[in-house]
């Protein structure tokens, strides 16, 4: 499943140019996930993909637990959309 989860800064000031964020928050997501930063300014995107029998759902679940993690407590999950699929069916927001 390939996956595009999209974080936001729930308070504060708005972010900067560094990407020192999006790198934190890769890192917090579980390491059998293959990750790419797509966007590190402003609202961070990331996108997963597993091999996995894994659901959009547990794949949300997942990373609002990380974004629990004190260093990033300051970001939420905005989005996750699913690109692709395998036998899960078509593509579509994640509720």
Same mark, same amino acid.
């Given at each position: 499943?390939?996956?595009? #989860?999209?974080?936001?800064? %729930? /308070?504060? $000031?708005?972010?900067?140019?560094?990407?020192?964020?999006?790198?934190?928050? #890769? !890192?917090? #997501? &579980?390491?059998?996930?293959?990750?790419?930063?797509? @966007? !590190? %300014?402003?609202?961070?995107?990331?996108?997963? =993909? %597993?091999? $996995?029998?894994? %659901?959009? !759902? @547990?794949?949300?679940?997942? !990373?609002?637990? /990380? #974004?629990?993690?004190? /260093?990033?407590? =300051?970001? $939420?999950? /905005?989005?996750? =959309?699913?690109?692709?699929?395998?036998? =899960?069916?078509?593509?579509?927001?994640? &509720?």
């Amino acid at each position: 499943m390939l996956v595009e #989860l999209t974080m936001r800064r %729930t /308070a504060g $000031e708005p972010v900067g140019g560094s990407p020192v964020d999006g790198i934190r928050i #890769l !890192a917090l #997501l &579980p390491e059998r996930w293959r990750k790419d930063l797509r @966007q !590190a %300014t402003g609202d961070v995107v990331i996108r997963v =993909h %597993t091999d $996995e029998d894994v %659901t959009g !759902a @547990q794949i949300r679940a997942e !990373a609002v637990e /990380a #974004l629990t993690d004190p /260093a990033i407590s =300051h970001w $939420e999950l /905005a989005d996750c =959309h699913v690109l692709t699929v395998g036998r =899960h069916g078509p593509g579509k927001d994640v &509720p």
